[in-house]
Nanobody, 124 residues
């Protein structure tokens, strides 16, 4: 079983919303900063948002700032990415990852155990 499982993706029209979930299995998320990443077709995977271990510090990349909100519920061992006002450019496979700390929206010392990702498609 993968240590991180992403879910919540789907097909949505421009301007719509989705909430992605990242559930941990076999370990406690409390010990890690968590980052969300996305990979658009034909492009490299890139960081989108990052949240500190306590959840007190969050940052997002400029293109999603004000539209995406990262949050976590350590009691449920889950991290979320609320995505509003979605645009076609947000299309891609979204992944979460655990790491040591956030530097802005970037996750530092990321563990190399990616989940399977969840597909987000924004299209009319």
């Amino acid at each position: 079983q993968l240590p991180l499982v992403e879910s919540g993706g789907g097909l949505v029209q421009p301007g719509g919303s989705l909430r992605l979930s990242c559930a941990a299995s076999g370990f406690s998320l409390d010990y890690y900063a968590i980052g969300w990443f996305r990979q658009a077709p034909g492009k490299e995977r890139e960081g989108v948002s990052c949240i500190s271990r306590s959840g007190g510090v969050t940052n997002s990349e400029d293109s999603v700032e004000g539209r995406f909100t990262i949050s976590r519920d350590n009691a449920k061992n889950t991290v979320y990415l609320q995505m509003n006002s979605l645009k076609p450019g947000d299309t891609g496979v979204y992944f979460c990852a655990r790491g040591y700390i956030c530097s802005g929206y970037k996750l530092i010392s990321r563990a190399d155990d990616w989940g399977q990702g969840t597909q987000v498609t924004v299209s009319s």
